[in-house]
């Protein structure tokens, strides 16, 4: 049997599901994160920016390179690991430290990443985090290190994947300007699974973070949409009492919807963006497979309470800018019908003053044919009858008499000729 040609793509996509591995932890490590929202400038190469980027760090550390065009890389920097991933709207770097450090989140780690290269970084910081695994220990213990590292009223605890873990986050920004999580891995748990513990904490918060872009997009377009909305409904207002002026409503309606599909072209990216994230999110927290934990709220009760309205907020600026586009489409059909109608009614009249016209221009013709008929007749008929006085003194017949003869035969002729000459022309038109 022949070999069978492999599509050119065949590897490439089959080694994209493997390319992305979870890191690996274990307890008495931390994790240092950072997430990098592009800026989307035009003429720059986001793609190259952020692996640029990279390889700047990586340099400074003399790390090994990626393969060009690499959309994620996880290597060896020093004494700890690094993974680095780029997505559609923001690059990520994870940072993997063994050792618990001298004090619980403390805002040094940070400093791995240079100052300097931070400040030439091509995106904008949309999170960073600290996150702290431990193992379990007694649950006194566990509450009260959760007391002091974390915001009470904003406090959400969890016990996941079978009780494999015990997983804590307030999603407040520290002084120094980071968000933290703390990890207490259960006796026996792998690293794999505490590593992808360990990933799914920061999709969330990432992918939470991004959502929340919707809600700023949602907020600024809500100051324009209120009065947009209030001009069409007067409008349409309008319509209904004044139908006179329906070309100069339809101008300005033609307007608000020009507006308004402006405004649908430029958040539908990240509208629907922030569907999608929001969908990441829930999914996120559905596979920890969360429990309740000493009566504390969960990360999906968080949610709930905290993120769930914000995308509702997002949703229902969608729908309402969709539904006013719509009823602006629907008014300017109603109106362009209307000026259709009285456009055509207008027609109709200067069809039928034309018309009226055209009969009274034939009128005057056949009026101006006539008397042509008759002066032309009447001097044909005098030059003929001078033509023919000599034959009275042959014939013994007077002029009156000569010239009465004449005139019947003559004005037949020219009423002839006129007639001709008329439907001669009618037929070359």
Known sequence: MPPVQD?????????????????TLSAGSRAIFLALKHRHEPGINAAQAD???????LDRYGAQHPQPGATHYFGQLGKHRLKWERHTEFVTFTLLVEGMGERAFDSADFEFFPEDWLSEAPGLRITSCFLRIEPQRDTGVMREKLSEWFVRESLAASSVLDGSAIIAGDFHIDPAGHSRFAVFIADGVGQGRTGRIVQRLFEIETYKA???????????????????????????????????????QLDELLRISTELEGLQAKTAFRFGA???YEAIVNQRIQ??????WEGRQTLAEFMMRRFDPAMRTVKSTKTRLETMSERAMRASGLLRTRVDVDRSAQNQKLLESMNKRAD????????VEGL???AISYYAVSLVSYLLYPLTGLTGTSKGILTAAVTLPVVLLVWWMVRRI????????
């Open 287 to 292: 596979i920890l497979r969360e429990m309740p």
């Open 360 to 367: 009274l221009q034939l009128r005057l013709q056949q009026t």
């Open 51 to 57: 692996l640029d980027h990279l390889i700047k760090l």
């Open 422 to 429: 008329r439907d001669h022309s009618q037929d070359e038109r």
């Open 210 to 248: 991004m959502s929340m872009l919707g809600l700023a997009k949602s907020r600024e377009l809500s100051t324009r949409m209120g009065p947009l909305d209030f001009e069409l409904t007067q409008l349409m207002e309008q319509m209904q009492i004044n139908g006179d002026d329906a070309a100069g």
């Open 274 to 276: 922030t569907g999608a």
């Open 372 to 374: 042509s008929v008759v």
């Open 7 to 23: 599509h050119p793509l065949r590897f490439q996509l089959s080694n994209e599901l493997h390319a992305r591995p979870f890191p």
